[in-house]
């Protein structure tokens, strides 16, 4: 718990700038309708070597705001700045952004089935990398791509790199996309939803590389999941989106064990436990609001059990609610902080 | 201890052995695209004729250009006017000069109204005909995949009040409405006629069916996630565009050029049937079956030879095309799955 709140202290406390540094992001798609924002005002800092799990539901924008460090989402940055390493991201020349992705910042996507090129051999793609960022010669980067390959755990990686995706396990082509994206040796890798078309033990080994990935060249990660066993496993820090939002933050212990937000709390409680087969799974009433028609108040609200008053009319700030944890909701302004932990019940 | 480890070693050495076989295989099994090509091409009988027709006639061609250059027995432009009109397989009668004696003193498809060998004529026209049609397509391929290309990659971009997508591919649209033949037919009349300029005005007039499925692959590929990907690693877009997406798009691509060749061809034919095409002592085949037509009666040689000539070569390269789009097709499909 102390490590974790030194962890969360080395954001700005210490006075070290954190190495990606979102503040008040927003991300609109332009429709035949207007504007429609995906992404609403999310701030959100990362430290050297940190690993921040950025958790929700399929359109509450963690993917967006994930594309959006990397400018590849099809999304406009209407307002904001995401600072890496000091430089504004979002207004970067498009040619200053190629030498960061790949070079400083990599990324791997949901579907390793899909995110290979069907035509070239995977050792002609990693080299690719290497070569365009690098500047190796086509000897060095051979040479280059078979550490890569044996480093994330494919065996027999000399006959291996003449192969072609199809030819290749989902596992093993998550490994070659890991490859890809640490050859350069980032400073901050992107993973979105890593493990989530991959069976189950190999989520776990992908996890396990990612780790241990994570530990040899000191990177930091942002996990997209909304996979919350991954999360309690490899992170160190927890945001929870919604609708655009971000709804509660704070140390993954903390999180998982006094959820102050009712949408934490009710993602907790649709977790199926294996102890208690026998139990219904409890499914979140309602649907995410569509981006094109929130409420003027707090966007959980029509779905939420604790809904009063000021919820329909006024949207919650982040209030704090312990060290480092704070939660988008009434219930935790000023007096009535001592309701957190309900989530436990 | 020592005894019961003896006999076990022998049983696993084959086990060992096995495995390692069966990895071996697993990725020895390394099928380059390329090869599962060809694996799913060979099935096909016709293709296969198809392409045994084409590679003989591309040695044909080559042999020609070599013989017919260089070998003066073999000049397609030498007059024996003692032998003309010879039908074919005609031996060369005792008034030829010695220096212009035939090979074999024997006229294998006979002679021209004036003693001209048909054969070695044929010979120098396989050439013309075979690099007009591959230099011809080539042309349109370049110009083709690119502006497909940047029609699918830059569509959205815009330049002013439209976009580069409109732009391109409504300039392929005014293209497509010329009466290509004509355009051809004028332009001939106007340059010098020569091999080149024919090949030149035959590309730059057949590159739009390419370019629109250059488009529509491209346009399909850039929703994909190695395309994703790929700009995620840092790429280039000219780097993305020619490198991942063309690459990827070439399927319908090949099949298309492949029957282009053969459009191309019989433009070529038609154009020195026409007399517009190459200058008259060159010999093409549509030249020479033009000079036959006046003889159709009494030397039916003269049309029949260059006309089935076109017929098989412009037939071999149809089968092949139908049998590259057959062979692609699955591996597309495979590919997705």
Known sequence: ?345 | MSIPVEPVTPELAPGAARAAHADAEALGMAETPARALWRAFRRDRLAMLGLYVLLASLVVALLGKLLTGFWVVFDPAAVRLPDKLLPPLSAASSAIGKDLLPPFHYYPFGTDELGRNVFARMLQGAFVSLSVGIVAVGISLVIGVTVGGLAGFYGQRKLGPISVDSLLMRFTDVVLCFPTFFLILTVVALLPPSIYNIMIVIGITSWMSTARFVRAECLALREQDFITAATALGLPPWRILFRHMIPNAMAPVLVSATINVAHAILTESALSFLGFGVRPPYATWGNILADGRSYIFDAPWLFLIPGAAILVVVLAFNLVGEGLRDALNPKLRKRVG
């Open chain 1, 1 to 345: 718990m102390a490590a974790v709140n030194e962890g969360g202290g080395r954001l700005g406390a210490e006075g070290a700038p954190p190495l990606l540094s979102i503040r008040e992001l927003r991300v609109e798609f332009a429709t035949d309708a207007g504007p429609v924002p995906a992404v609403r005002g999310v701030d959100l800092q990362l430290a050297a070597g940190e690993t921040v799990a950025l958790v929700g539901e399929s359109g509450s924008g963690k993917s967006v705001t994930a594309m959006s460090v990397m400018r590849l989402s099809e999304g406009r940055i209407a307002a904001g700045s995401i600072e890496f390493q000091g430089r504004d991201l979002a207004s970067l020349p498009e040619a200053e952004m190629r030498s960061i992705r790949g070079g400083q910042i990599g990324m791997i996507f949901q579907d390793p089935m899909t995110s290979l090129n069907p035509v070239f051999t995977i050792g002609r793609q990693i080299e690719e990398v290497l070569v365009l960022h690098q500047r190796l010669s086509a000897r060095a980067a051979r040479t280059q791509a078979l550490e890569l390959l044996q480093r994330v755990g494919i065996s027999a990686p000399a006959s291996r790199i003449a192969q072609y995706a199809h030819e290749l396990s989902g596992g093993m082509k998550q490994r070659v996309m890991l490859a890809m994206a640490i050859a350069c040796r980032p400073r901050l890798l992107i993973a979105d939803e890593p493990t989530t078309a991959l069976d189950v033990t190999i989520q776990a080994q992908i996890i396990e590389l990612l780790r241990s990935l994570q530990q040899e060249f000191g990177m930091a990660v942002l996990l997209i999941t909304h996979d919350l066993g991954v999360v309690a496993h490899f992170a160190e820090r927890v945001l929870v989106m919604y609708a655009g939002k971000i709804v509660e933050q704070g140390s993954v212990r903390d999180v998982f064990k006094r959820a102050s937000h009712p949408y934490t709390q009710a993602l907790l409680a649709a977790l199926p436990d294996p102890l208690k087969p026998k139990k219904r799974l409890q499914a979140i009433p309602g649907r995410v609001p569509s981006p094109s028609m929130l409420p003027p108040g707090c966007a959980f609200c029509a779905r939420c059990a604790f809904a009063f008053e000021p919820c329909a009319e006024q949207e919650p700030r982040l209030f704090e609610v312990g060290p480092q944890h704070s939660a988008a909701c009434f219930l935790r302004e000023g007096p009535e902080k001592s309701l957190s932990g309900s989530g436990e019940g």
